[in-house]
């Protein structure tokens, strides 16, 4: 009975130190913020370091204005090599990436459209 009490209470300290230490793992490092037009929202790109086993990516979140970076991965874009942003309007951004490792690319944010563009070498 000691040993499956014992067991119980190692399994459940365990989950407890794998759940609170993910996010201290992972790093966000800003390379370019970027504000729309009328300044209501940025669009962010950083870099995302989890630890030596994985490679870092870069990624883009659209943020409200007032909203700052989280510890958290892209809401909109991330790949394996760099990329540019540049807002079109207030409701569109346009994405120039260069990586064929695309991981995560959504076309639309709340009233922005984001629309892409897949380029060979950088300019």
């Avoid at 992972?26 to 490679?55: H, M, Q, W, Y």
């Avoid at 958290?72 to 090599?81: E, H, R, T, V």
Wanted: hydrophobic share 35%; proline share 1%; glycine share 4%.
């Amino acid at each position: 009975m000691k040993s499956q009490t014992l067991l119980i209470f190692i399994t459940i300290l365990s989950s407890m130190l794998l759940t609170s230490c993910d996010s201290d793992l992972c790093t966000n490092d800003v390379v370019e913020k970027l504000d729309s037009p009328d300044n209501s929202k940025s669009a962010v790109i950083f870099i995302r370091a989890c630890g030596a086993t994985t490679d870092e990516s870069y990624q883009l979140s659209i943020l409200e204005e007032g909203e700052d970076l989280t510890n958290q991965k892209g809401n909109i874009y991330i790949s394996k090599g760099n990329f540019e942003v540049d807002w079109s309007n207030n409701n569109k951004i346009h994405v120039s990436f260069y990586s064929s490792e695309v991981f995560k690319q959504e076309t639309q944010f709340q009233d922005v459209e984001i629309e892409y563009e897949y380029k060979k070498n950088i300019e």
